[in-house]
């Protein structure tokens, strides 16, 4: 089982990233997918989750119309595209996968850095 994410990096406020998850090794449309956020000092935190049909995403309060969590299932790739971002928005950003049908399978990815600074 591999979760690979990408595009992470630095941009200034106001600025757009888009991440990328890259899954394989499981059956992708069969797990919810989400990505997470762990900033310094703090707590690893759930920013989205899209379930494996690509229904009912759903968003922390703090990044609320401003990130869209997405799916291609022929990909097996989740997404999540940030806009507006804020330097809080700042933290390593961890893509995750767990079966719908057990909750006690997961997985998860190595981390990207996302960087908002000006």
């Known amino acids: 089982v591999q979760l690979v994410e990408s595009g992470g990096g630095s941009v200034q406020p106001g600025g757009s990233l888009r991440l990328s998850c890259a899954a394989s090794g499981f059956t992708f449309s069969s797990y919810v997918m989400s990505w997470f956020r762990q900033a310094p000092g703090k707590e690893r935190e759930l920013v989205a989750g899209?379930?494996?049909?690509?229904?009912?995403?759903n968003y922390a309060d703090s990044v609320k119309g401003r990130f869209t969590i997405s799916r291609d299932n022929v990909k097996n790739t989740v997404y999540l595209q940030m806009n507006s971002l804020k330097p809080e928005d700042t933290a390593v950003y961890y893509c995750?996968?767990?079966?719908?049908?057990?909750?006690?399978?997961?997985?998860w990815g190595q981390g990207t850095q996302v960087t908002v600074s000006s």
């Open positions: 995750h996968a767990v079966w719908e049908q057990n909750l006690s399978r997961d997985y």
């Open positions: 899209i379930s494996g049909t690509g229904r009912n995403p």
